[in-house]
């Protein structure tokens, strides 16, 4: 059984930094695209960074420059590392996963965290 188990949120002030990490179980994150979404309130669900099996690394306009993705074998996890948080930032964090790009592959989520940018 897969499961995806995000930590790590919180209320932060603006400027300031938080790791989110995903601790996933039935899969390992060497062979599984990886990706972090998230949602604000009233808004859709929204990409934020991907890490492709081969380890290439994408970004959301918004997490450039702020936002690093990463993943630790030793532990399984999946990291959102983000500095300079704004009130923007402010919704619930989804990890993902999912093996290939074929449509018939299922794609598995986690329960989300929440992230609070606010002074």
């Known amino acids: 059984q897969v499961q995806l188990v995000e930590s790590g949120g919180g209320l932060v002030q603006p400027g300031g930094s938080l790791t989110l990490s995903c601790a996933a179980s039935?899969?390992?994150?060497?062979?599984?695209?990886l990706g972090w979404y998230r949602q604000a309130p009233g808004k859709q669900r929204e990409w934020v960074a991907s890490?492709?099996?081969?380890?290439?690394?994408t970004y959301a306009d918004s997490a450039k420059g702020r936002f690093t993705i990463s993943r630790d074998y030793a532990s399984n996890t999946a990291n959102l590392r983000m500095n300079i948080l704004r009130p923007e930032d402010t919704a619930v964090y989804y990890c993902r996963a999912r093996q290939s790009f074929d449509s018939r592959v299922p794609i598995y989520w986690g329960q989300g965290t929440q992230v609070t940018v606010s002074s």
């Open positions: 890490i492709s099996k081969d380890g290439t690394l």
């Open positions: 039935g899969i390992s994150v060497r062979t599984y695209h």
